[in-house]
């Protein structure tokens, strides 16, 4: 399916508009286009006398007739709203009529039915026959209930044929849009197949479960005490029953697909409750709440982003103010993606606790979903995972969609490298751009069939069943998400896999895959792993995430007479390079109650304001520190002095090239600021108020967020929409310790 671009208003503007059929869609259609004012004149044609005695008094036409030849005569557009099986007859008289140059367009929600009958009728299909379906509708039926406003924010899909004229379908879309109607364009064969699940099927449902009920002895009393989902559920069931016996056999093949795979899986379900299977019901369950709560929002947000990114996707950052409190940022991101992949691979159940609610980690753990795994939650952090096994992952049903998540992107790469079914990875526009080369040319060596989009970007195309070796390889740039994914891939892989690493990066997957029981050989900067062996489960506690309270240490830092205490914080070796690099500027940062809580180190970090030096950042804490530079720049900017960064040549390909992005952004708020190819030169001093783009980076726009405390005046930070998919609950969090962040829309 592909969106379409809003056309301007005269695209839509046309002589004479000519609409065959006046219920509820076609009497719709025909009031809005009137109301609209795009059109000289709407002509209806209806052979119902008592719909077209309506008509006029209604508003919805400007003339009507029960003449066909007499509505047309002189129509620059021709929409049929006559059921599906009325169209045939339709269709000969009009095939009969000299139309001229009009274009055809119909509302039917069967579009192979009617591509035949235009055919049968025409002897081909005409190029201005441009078929169509409004996604809309009501319970009401009949002239009476038309509305000019029934197509706002609702989707129109049009089926353009090969041979379909682009002017013809210009003129519909724009038409459609002129009404408010969101239009997008599909394939004719998936549309049917589409409706048929989410439109015919449960209608089918919901006429069979009223019919069946009623038919009962205690009839009266289900219906006097049944409950708001049943009546959500059955309000279709009031829909017109001679409409939808047509569609029904309109579509007949796609409809018994659709009808055929639920049934199978009503028959599991039946079993699974006959044999008390509660693991089969619960992951039905599950997987089925997961999904609608995953696609809603991913559909919603699609909608509701786009008009809103000036609107409500900015933030205000104030200046002043000062850090106090004890606060716990949310999970650490990173082992809360592992803690899903690794818990789906054991066998037996893992509990993890702490588990972030971000979309990111949102976007793995549906993914695992969409390959069979039984998983409960989150609910507050609570995770549970019924584990499959190595091998137990079942081939998804469509792509697997990461959302902007590129952790999770890399690490199913080489996760499904290893897997007998075929996989396709896909995430947003984002995500989409970035490079994916890094993880796909070592899996290529290892023997995996990977297809990549233009320039080794995503979607990824994983082809099943590939016989991978195991491989000595020498990682050319520090990454702990090659190392990851490649490490996942060799747990499938004939052989030994050993990666070794220019720069320490964090081990976490090193660290959790020893504690789900699987032996891994760590010797200086190389890592192995071979197969054979089995993960078990176990219990997790997710720290909280060093990057996310990186944030609030230099927030603590900077703003004077701040005091901050961040509880239960990540301190693995592997990703400290925050704390050692802010401690070198002179930062007073201390770590208490320090312990280890299932494999990773963790402590309370207290930080207090303290005057910052530029520093030469050490070379060894670069790859400690990759996520946590955005926010360590604005230290820099805070600081007396040059600071100067070298060797982070992988800044540029992240969620934006953040070297750049950084860099206007400081020098907008009149700091020096000197991005080059691997780095970046700051010179500290006084930030003044202004307006910086995040370009949706999440962590860019929380550093500027902190920048605010030192600034001389409010700054504007746009396209902050992702800052969700990293860190729910950001501004709140920052507004109780002393922050002065809040939503555009709250200026």
Known sequence: ?????????????????????????????????????????????????????????????????????EAVQGADVILLAVPVLAMEKVLAELAALELGDAVLTDVGSTKGAVVKA?????????????????????????????????????????????????????R?????????????????????????????????????????????????????????????????????PVMWRDIFLANQDAVLRSLDAFTHDLDRLRDAIASGDANTLLGVFTRAKAAREHFSTILARRAYMEPMQTQV??????????????????????????????????????????????????????????????????????????????????????????????????????????????????????????????????????????????????????????????????????????????LLAGLYAAGSTSVVEPAPTRDHTERMLKGFGYPVKVEGAKVTIEPGHKLSACKIDVPADISSAAFFMVAASIAEGSDLVLEHVGINSTRIGVINILRAMGGDLTLENEREVGGEPVADIRVRYAPLKGIDIPLDQVPLAIDEFPVLFVAAACAEGRTVLRGAEELRVKESDRIQVMADGLQALGIKAEPTHDGIIIEGGQMQGGQVDSHGDHRIAMSFSVASLRAAGDILIT???????????????????????RLEEDA
């Open 719 to 741: 396209d902050c929409a992702n800052v969700a998919t990293s860190f729910p609950g950001f501004v709140s969090l920052a507004s109780s310790v002393g922050m002065q962040v």
């Open 1 to 69: 399916m592909s969106n379409v671009k809003t056309l301007s208003p005269s695209s839509a503007t046309i002589g004479r508009l000519a609409v065959i059929g006046l219920g509820l869609i076609g009497g719709s259609f025909a009031k809005g286009i009137r109301e609209s004012g795009v059109c000289r004149e709407v002509v209806g044609c209806d052979a119902n006398p008592g719909t077209r005695k309506q008509a006029l008094p209604l508003g919805v036409v400007d003339r009507v007739t029960d003449s066909l030849a």
């Open 313 to 486: 996707c900015n933030f205000i950052a104030s200046p002043g103010g000062r850090v106090q409190g004890a606060i716990r940022v949310p999970g650490d991101k990173s082992i809360s993606h592992r803690s899903i992949m690794l818990g789906s691979l054991a066998e037996g159940v893992t509990e993890v606790e702490g588990f972030l609610e971000g979309e990111d980690s949102l976007a793995t753990l549906q993914a695992f979903r969409d390959m069979g795994v039984v998983i409960d939650g989150p609910n507050q952090g609570r995770v549970t995972i019924n584990g499959v096994g190595l091998n137990g992952l079942q081939a998804p049903p469509g792509p697997l969609y990461v959302g902007n998540s590129g952790t999770s992107m890399r690490l199913l790469c080489g996760l499904l490298a290893g897997q007998m079914f075929d996989s396709v990875l896909m995430g947003d526009a984002s995500l989409s751009k970035r490079p994916m080369g890094r993880v796909a040319k070592p899996l290529r060596e290892m023997g995996a069939r990977i297809e990549t989009a233009d320039e080794g970007r995503p979607p990824l195309r994983i082809m099943g069943d590939s016989r991978l070796m195991g491989m000595d390889y020498t990682m050319p740039m520090a990454s702990a998400q090659v190392k990851s994914c490649l």
């Open 172 to 240: 519909v879309t724009a038409l459609w849009q002129a009404l408010g109607a969101d239009v997008e364009h599909m394939p004719l064969a998936d549309h049917d197949e589409v409706l048929a699940a989410t439109s015919h099927l449960p209608h089918l449902l919901a006429f069979s479960l009223v019919d069946t009920l009623a038919g009962r002895s205690e009839n009266l009393d289900i219906f006097r005490y049944a409950a708001g989902g049943f009546r959500d559920f059955t309000r279709i069931a009031a829909s017109d």
């Open 118 to 170: 235009v055919e049968q009728a025409f002897g081909r299909v005409p190029a201005r026959f441009v078929p169509g379906h409004p996604i809309a509708g009501s319970e009401r039926s009949g002239i009476e209930a038309a509305s000019a406003a029934l197509f706002q924010r609702h989707k129109v899909i049009l089926t353009p044929l090969d041979s379909t004229s682009d002017a013809a379908l210009i």
